[in-house]
């Protein structure tokens, strides 16, 4: 190498070194930036000019080092992780979110949920059968059923608020989607023209990869890299982005808007309506689960199948404090002996049986909790056998118990067990995805002692190329000015 050729050598060296410590300032500077990943240069050594001449002979060394570029220390393993656990954590934080809402509108087991309200309402018709020739037992005991009606529709209420709700949310949540798909198609555009021209995306790289894990929370989407630096995310197979396009999704035009409506609410393609988005994972995907309708086998949206089980309880109540009811007799006044037939609760149409019950009798003369149109003042067997049916002994012709206690804690059991379910299957998917987070960034994330260890190693690198190319310059001032004035 000629003397010239060290003068080169020795300034790749103060790039290369120069470039490295430009790179280890931008790591510390993004030390606390969200969704940065550290970056390193990447170096390789210059092999020696190939032996041209007559008389070239010897070894030959290099010609100093050349900037590859600036590697961005990614895994794209922890990534497809993070993506993974973060479309199944967003699944079932959704729905163990609205289910715990659901439950805690219950108020049970308490003194201010239905149960402790039925009981009250049993034991209402039970100190009206004995005590029928007064008027303050039937007073007490139709306030005490206006307060049950009235927890009945509110607990409904609740349910629909909550179906409500997650309508809204899942809307929130298409724009979210389709504004981050938008994006990463115009991060494939940037990416892919950068890379081309040789230059580095790394930044840009960054946001992108935020971006693909946010859709996957969202819908449980697939990330797929292409050799020209842009990555296709796909949802349910289909593309949602692919290269520079990006698909819009909505909800369907004529999903239900409110609990009451008929049919699903479903998610389809904005270019092609007729093709239905299809999802398993994801905060989307679990929304979705929770606003389908009931089914015969009970297994539909989750929301609706719970407004349902306020519905079968409230007609359950009706129908069988009606069929005992309705065999009773009112007071005998001076236009009869009593009547019989009435009803106690009524269900009103065009409403939810849940919300549309109200009590017939408005007073203890409406009352007819007498046996018999012959029977005294005092006979309260109706009130009696209603109170039993409360209490459990009444029986239906199979001689099964049909007390509608039973078919609330029935459904209020089931509800606390499906919640506690998904309670813990969150909490789970939930630890899962913070570790595969907590790995990416031990992998990604800038180490501060690191970073400073690596500047003391660029500036000494500097440092010494500095110090070799003031001794080649010296050496050629010996050569060029000295030359022959040796020893004069």
């Known amino acids: 190498m000629s003397t010239f050729g060290g003068l080169n050598t020795a300034y790749t060296g103060l790039v290369a070194a120069r470039q490295g410590l430009n790179v280890v300032g931008q790591n510390i500077a993004n030390a606390n930036t969200d969704g940065y990943t550290r970056q390193r240069i990447s170096t390789s050594a210059i092999g020696a000019t190939a032996s041209t001449g007559v008389f070239s002979q010897g070894a030959r060394v290099g010609e100093g080092v050349a900037m590859d570029g600036i590697a961005r220390l990614a895994s794209a393993q922890l990534d497809a992780r993070v993506r993974a656990t973060a479309a199944t954590a967003g699944y079932t934080a959704v729905r163990a979110n609205s289910l715990a809402s659901v439950e805690d509108s219950l108020n049970e087991p308490g003194e201010d949920g239905i149960s402790a309200k039925l009981d009250e309402f049993w034991a209402g018709w039970q100190t009206l059968s004995n005590g029928t020739d007064t008027a303050a037992p039937a007073a007490l005991l139709l306030g005490t059923a206006g307060e049950l009606l009235t927890q009945i529709s509110e607990g409904y209420q609740a349910v629909s608020d909550e179906w409500s709700s997650v309508r809204s949310d899942l809307n929130n949540m298409v724009s979210e989607l389709n504004g981050a798909a938008t994006q990463v198609a115009a991060l494939n555009v940037q990416i892919r023209q950068t890379l081309a021209t040789g230059g580095t995306a790394n930044e840009l790289l960054d946001q992108r990869s935020a971006l693909t894990t946010t859709i996957a929370a969202l819908t449980g989407a697939t990330v797929t890299e292409q050799a020209d630096g842009t990555v296709d995310v796909l949802v349910g197979g289909n ?3 692919s290269g520079g396009t990006a698909h819009q999704i909505k909800v369907e035009a004529n999903a239900p808007r409110v609990m009451q409506d008929a049919g699903d609410v479903k ?4 270019d092609n309506a007729d093709t239905a988005v299809t999802m398993d994972l994801g905060e989307m995907a ?8 009931t089914n015969a086998t009970g297994t539909g949206g989750a929301l609706a199948e719970a407004a349902e089980s306020y519905n079968s309880f409230a007609t359950d109540l009706s129908t069988k404090v009606n069929t005992i009811y309705q065999t009773g007799f009112t007071q005998a006044d001076d236009d009869g002996p009593g009547q019989n037939g009435n009803d106690f609760f009524a269900l009103a149409t065009g409403t939810p049986f849940a919300q549309g019950l109200s009590i017939v009798p408005q007073s203890s003369a409406d009352m007819a909790v007498r046996a018999s ?7 309260g067997t109706i009130a009696d056998a209603i109170a039993q049916l409360g209490a459990g002994f009444a029986t239906d012709k199979d001689g099964a118990i049909v007390s509608p206690s039973t078919t609330w804690s029935d459904f209020v059991t089931k509800t606390g067990v499906l ?3 998904e309670l813990q299957s969150a909490a789970l998917a939930s630890s899962m995805s913070s570790g595969a987070a907590n790995q990416q960034l031990a992998n990604s994330s800038v180490d501060l ?5 690596n500047l003391l190693m660029f500036q000494h690198a500097y440092q010494g190329a500095a110090r070799m190319m003031t001794a080649v310059d010296e050496m050629l001032d ?3 000015n000295r030359t022959g004035l040796v020893g004069r």
């Open 478 to 480: 010996t050569l060029i």
């Open 449 to 453: 002692d690191e970073e400073n260890v």
């Open 267 to 270: 998610l389809v393609w904005a």
């Open 286 to 293: 679990g929304a979705l689960s929770l606003l389908g309708s």
């Open 419 to 421: 919640t506690q379910t």
């Open 239 to 241: 593309a949602l982005v």
């Open 373 to 379: 149109a012959t029977s005294g003042a005092y006979d």
